[in-house]
């Protein structure tokens, strides 16, 4: 089941789960088990997936990060080491048993670390409870952290795609413990920014990730290092092209002037402040940007 982690690690803590999108309740697991790891004086790792386990099963899934991002999230938390293998069929139909069986001897951990509600096995029949049955069995040290909540609402992230489906930012991001942001190579548009008086960076929104409303938003962004305040709109621009069907991310950067076309950057979303919306004119649109722009 884990063949495809070469080398030999054994007496690790362990925090197991996707993780997607780090958020808070998942930043307290993976810290649980970074902090028995240190007070233990072993190494600590997080056992993941590459895909969300619900896509074997045949359903889409928007995700709050990437792969790569989530990974560096992770590992800024303080862990060791992260091992993330593919969810297919085949581990859909390996029982619980069979699943905690190989990774104990596999890793032989110290300790494994999961969130109140963490699933394993088929038929999701592994859960806290069992983990905690095998604990004196296999030798490990088991947590399981309660739900984490924010005025009431369990903080999950389920939740989190909803609000910023919904266009909830603010909410969503402090589930998340920090902005939503999401990152893409700079692109050529059609200038119009610029013919206007304010020129954009466009980047492509990535197609896996949750969708958020058209409209315009505060944003932060990145640039070779240095973080720059601007206002991003997102959507098809129906002022410019009536026709056009793919949603793009032009982001106006204040007290910017560069030419930084290929380059990567990455967008941190704080709020929404209106929905897209078509004007009839051009200098419409520039009276309403500059309008926004107050607000960022």
């Known amino acids: 089941m884990f063949e495809t982690i070469q080398n030999s690690y054994k007496n690790l803590s362990f925090a197991l789960g996707f993780f997607d999108?780090?958020?808070?309740?998942?930043?307290?697991?993976?810290?649980?088990?970074?902090?028995?790891?240190?007070?233990?004086?072993?190494?600590?790792?997080?056992?993941?997936?590459?895909?969300?386990?619900?896509?074997a099963a045949g359903r889409e899934?928007?995700?709050?990060?990437?792969?790569?991002?989530?990974?560096?999230?992770?590992?800024?938390?303080?862990?060791?080491?992260?091992f993330s293998i593919d969810f297919d069929k085949n581990l859909m139909n390996v029982?619980?048993?069979?699943?905690?069986?190989?990774?104990?001897?596999?890793?032989a951990p110290k300790a494994i670390t999961t969130g109140f509600n963490h699933t394993f096995g088929?038929?999701?029949?592994?859960?806290?409870?069992?983990?905690?049955?095998?604990?004196?069995?296999?030798?490990?040290?088991?947590?399981?952290?309660?739900?984490?909540?924010?005025?009431?609402e369990i903080v999950s992230s389920s939740i989190i795609r909803k609000k910023l489906s919904s266009g909830d930012i603010q909410?969503?991001?402090k589930m998340l413990n920090r902005n939503f942001s999401f990152g893409g190579e700079v692109i050529y548009g059609n200038q119009i920014g610029r013919r206007i008086g304010f020129p954009t960076a466009?980047?492509?929104?990535?197609?896996?990730?949750?969708?958020?409303?058209?409209?315009?938003?505060?944003?932060?962004?990145?640039v070779k290092g240095a973080?720059?305040?601007?206002?991003?709109?997102?959507?098809?621009?129906?002022?410019?092209?009536?026709?056009?069907?793919?949603?793009?991310a032009e982001v106006h950067i204040r007290d910017f002037s560069n030419d930084i076309y290929g380059e990567f950057v990455n967008i941190e979303i704080e709020k929404q402040i209106r929905a897209e919306r078509r004007f009839k004119s051009l200098d419409m649109l520039k009276e309403q940007i500059a309008k926004d722009l107050t607000e960022c």
Do not use: W
């Open 227 to 248: 973080l720059y305040n601007g206002m991003m709109n997102f959507g098809i621009k129906p002022t410019i092209d009536e026709t056009n069907i793919t949603p793009v």
């Open 95 to 107: 029982s619980c048993e069979e699943y905690l069986k190989s990774l104990v001897l596999k890793f």
């Open 122 to 152: 088929k038929s999701r029949l592994g859960n806290d409870k069992y983990l905690k049955e095998q604990s004196n069995l296999y030798g490990y040290k088991y947590f399981m952290l309660e739900p984490e909540k924010i005025n009431g």
């Open 21 to 55: 999108g780090v958020h808070l309740a998942h930043q307290k697991v993976i810290l649980n088990a970074v902090n028995y790891a240190k007070e233990n004086h072993i190494k600590s790792a997080v056992l993941t997936f590459n895909n969300h386990p619900a896509e």
């Open 61 to 82: 899934i928007k995700y709050i990060t990437t792969q790569k991002e989530r990974n560096r999230l992770i590992k800024d938390l303080g862990i060791d080491y992260i």
């Open 202 to 222: 466009n980047i492509i929104y990535p197609e896996k990730m949750v969708s958020i409303p058209y409209g315009v938003y505060k944003v932060r962004i990145t």
């Open 171 to 173: 909410s969503a991001n």
